[in-house]
């Protein structure tokens, strides 16, 4: 089947829906004092297939997994990011999560796509050689969606407890979920991304096991370090030593710490030969 | 020629003192007979008796104006009220004003607590027993039926309903928002008279399950949780066993503190994952107020819990004119559909009476 538009005309549009998700839900909040609810899933989900398009034609024109620059890599952990949502806010009906979500969203594929030096670089072919490395920068950088989700739940946990302790619960801080539900539900996503980083590396270190593999030991540091705070953190949390603030607070440096790290982890960097990135329809 | 006409008139909380409501309460047999009654009044088309601790309400379509007053006649003989001391307090309101008084009945508007939902579940009642019984015609179902929808509506775009304002409420809804639901959280209420007991019945109308009560006096406190099917705990092993608890509700009468700083942080270090809840009702304070400070513990007074409840209702005042504005406007829109049906009324030239209603409860009075 053939799309019509480029794939970058529609991350465009997948952006601007994600923006006027976030819009709506802010003019819900302020001005009528409510959250958007339905209205803000929907305009998250159309931007979600319209994000599935435009890595689709992409990942059509690569021949794989569209992870072959940071442009493409800020845009697939957006994705994951928003594929758990659409899960999560569907089963959980947490409040306010879609309103974030929408922002975070937002954000990342806008900042990605204004800086067009992202996607116009040299790109590097990682994939189609080796379904393990593929499979394995897939699970990676959907875990970094799964981490953007824990920050938002994080966020929203340290807002819930600035209005209980402050005792100011009334405007939107009346829409956040229970502090005891945010808790919990950081806790599962700090489990399920640690979990999936976790069997991500395993799965690379498959292939750099390989005696013929060149391991940009920059890299592999980067991605290990990452997975193993996230390990660290659950142990912690687990354990009853880091709680509450503290967790929240520590999720967000990490997911901070992840989303940087990206910069590392981009395929391009100390390789070659390059070639440019497609322009897929 | 006369014109027919759709009317409420009644007596409620805002002209009526209770002393004079708790006289023109209708009782079960009274509201059966009263209603009876009106059935075989000539010239009274359609009808619905509300009847709550607030209110006591006849809507009525009538084939002309007299109509109305010989309700208002027919009840006051039943309760043995004068009429002349009904009229000083009678509500009397006519075809689209009536319409929108219903509409802001349903929606809460009305109420004495502002944006209750209760009233609505008792129109409904009282709607679905006259529906049975056959006193409503095509114009009260319509109107009723509208209503209902107008009242959902004037809550949903309105922020009428949200935040709670009584102070036993606010506690509860406080405890919603840390643990989420209710009915696995564990509660501990210290102090047995009637603040703690208010409380606690707020806590086990959401869902709480699980109640411990203690008291300086054991008796007592056996006593109340006999009365709350909860369970009984010596009050000298309230700071050992606190750890069990996420929810402690202090009101006693207590001279001094009765949960020091050190009893609660013992208690954190034992459950440092679970949130604890302390709501100090009691004057002077039961909690030391440093607790606060502590990792996961959310302290809240009574002067926090009273001023959470007037924020909510000052927050549901400001509501209210929003909400009228939708009930006039959809009175007026339902007033449209049924004008011309309600005029007919007055020239009807079925005259009969409503046959007889069969015997159906009135909602109950609150």
Not at chain 2, 23 to 29: F, K, M, Q, T, Y
Not at chain 2, 178 to 183: C, D, E, P, R
């Amino acid at each position: 089947m053939t799309l019509p538009f480029t794939d970058r005309v529609w991350l465009w549009l997948a952006a601007g829906l994600y923006l006027a998700g976030f819009i709506q839900g802010s003019i819900a909040l302020f001005r009528r004092g409510r959250p958007a609810g339905g209205a803000t899933y929907a305009l998250i989900l159309l931007g979600y297939l319209a994000q599935l398009a435009g890595l689709g034609l992409r990942g059509r024109a690569v021949g794989g997994c569209p992870l072959g620059n940071a442009f493409e890599l800020y845009q697939f952990t957006a994705w994951s990011a928003i594929t758990l949502y659409l899960v999560v806010g569907a089963t959980f009906r947490l409040s306010l999560l879609g309103y974030f979500t929408a922002c975070l969203a937002s954000v990342v594929t806008l900042v990605s796509l204004l800086f067009p030096s992202w996607d116009a670089g040299p790109r590097v072919r990682i994939f189609g050689h080796n379904p393990w490395i593929e499979l394995h920068a897939a699970l990676a950088v959907f875990s970094y969606g799964v981490f953007a989700l824990l920050a938002l739940t994080s966020l929203m946990f340290l807002l819930r407890h600035f209005s209980l302790k402050s005792k100011r619960l009334g405007g939107w801080f009346s829409f956040l979920p229970s502090i005891r539900d945010l808790d919990h539900m950081s806790v599962r996503l700090l489990a399920a991304g640690a979990a999936i980083l976790g069997f991500a590396v395993a799965v690379g270190a498959v292939h750099w096991a390989r005696p013929e593999t060149v391991v940009n030991m920059e890299k592999v540091l980067v991605t290990v370090t990452v997975a193993g705070a996230a390990f660290v953190l659950l142990l912690l949390r687990l354990r009853g030593v880091l709680l509450a603030r503290r967790f929240a607070v520590a999720c967000l440096v990490l997911y901070a710490a992840a989303l940087l790290s990206l910069v590392t982890v981009e395929p391009g960097r100390g390789r070659g030969p390059a070639r440019p990135a497609p322009t897929a329809r | 020629m006369s014109t027919g006409h759709l009317f409420v008139i009644g007596a409620t909380h805002h002209r009526t003192p209770i002393e004079v409501r708790e006289r023109l309460a209708l009782d079960a047999d009274g509201a059966v007979a009263l209603r009876d009654q009106l059935a075989s009044l000539p010239g009274l088309r359609e009808f619905t008796v509300v009847s709550t601790c607030n209110r006591i309400e006849f809507y009525g379509v009538a084939a002309n104006p007299a109509v109305a007053d010989e309700v208002g006649g027919a009840f006051c003989r039943r309760q043995n009220f004068a009429p002349d001391e009904f009229a000083r307090f009678r509500l009397d309101l006519r075809d689209a004003a009536a319409l929108q008084h219903l509409v802001e009945v349903a929606a809460g508007l009305d109420s004495q607590m502002l944006g209750e939902t209760e009233i609505f579940g008792q129109l409904k009642q009282a709607y679905a027993a006259a529906q049975a019984a056959g006193h409503t015609g095509p114009v009260l179902n319509r109107a009723f039926q509208k209503a209902f929808q107008a009242a959902k509506q004037v809550r949903t775009q309105t922020a009428i309903t949200t935040g709670q304002v009584s102070v036993a409420n606010v506690a509860v809804e406080l405890a919603g928002t840390i643990f989420g639901g209710l009915s696995d959280a564990r509660i501990l209420l210290l102090g047995a008279g009637e603040i703690g007991e208010k409380t606690a019945k707020a806590f086990q109308s959401r869902g709480a399950a699980s109640l411990t009560v203690a008291s300086r006096r054991l008796e007592r406190a056996m006593e109340l949780a006999t009365t709350l099917g909860a369970s009984a705990l010596p009050f000298e092993q309230r700071e050992s066993r606190l750890a069990e608890f996420d929810i402690v509700v202090c009101a006693t009468s207590a001279p001094d503190i009765i949960l020091p700083r050190a009893a609660v942080r013992a208690a954190m270090a034992r459950r440092p994952a679970r949130p604890l809840f302390l709501i100090d009702q009691a004057l002077p304070r039961d909690i030391d107020p440093t607790v606060a400070e502590l990792e996961n513990v959310f302290l809240y007074n009574l002067d926090d819990l009273a001023r959470i409840a007037e924020e909510n209702r000052a927050a549901r005042e400001a509501e209210t004119l929003k909400g009228r504005a939708i009930a006039g406007e959809k009175a007026r829109a339902l007033w449209q559909q049924v004008a011309a049906q309600v005029a007919g009324a007055g020239t009807s030239t079925t005259a009969e009476p409503i046959p007889p209603a069969s015997a159906t409860s009135l909602p109950e009075n609150r």
